[in-house]
C-alpha cells in the first residue's frame, strides 16, 4: 500500500537533515587531518612554508564557514517545513 503524500515529504526532508548534519561532521573531522599535514609542510618550510599554510587554512576556512551558514539556512528552513507539516496533521486531525 501506497504511504500518504505528507509522510513521503516529511521523510525526503529528513533525509536532507540527516545527510547535512552527517556531511558537517564529516567535514570537520577532515579539517583536523588537514591541520595536522600542514602542521608537517609548516615546520618543514620555514617561513615560506608558513605563508603557504596560512593561506590555505584562509581558504579552505572561508568555504567552510560559507558551507557551514548555508547548512545552518537549509536547516533551519527544512526545520521550521517540518513543524509546520506536523501542525496541519494535528490540525487536520483534530477538525475530523
Do not use: D, H, Q, R
Amino acid at each position: 500500500m501506497a504511504e500518504g503524500t505528507i509522510f513521503i515529504i516529511l521523510e525526503m526532508i529528513m533525509l536532507v537533515i540527516e545527510n547535512s548534519v552527517g556531511t558537517l561532521l564529516s567535514l570537520f573531522g577532515m579539517s583536523g587531518s588537514l591541520m595536522e599535514s600542514l602542521s608537517v609542510i609548516s615546520n618543514v618550510g620555514g617561513g615560506l612554508g608558513l605563508m603557504i599554510v596560512l593561506v590555505v587554512i584562509g581558504a579552505v576556512g572561508f568555504f567552510v564557514v560559507k558551507f557551514v551558514l548555508g547548512t545552518m539556512k537549509t536547516l533551519a528552513m527544512l526545520t521550521l517545513a517540518v513543524l509546520g507539516i506536523v501542525a496541519f496533521l494535528f490540525i487536520g486531525t483534530a477538525l475530523v
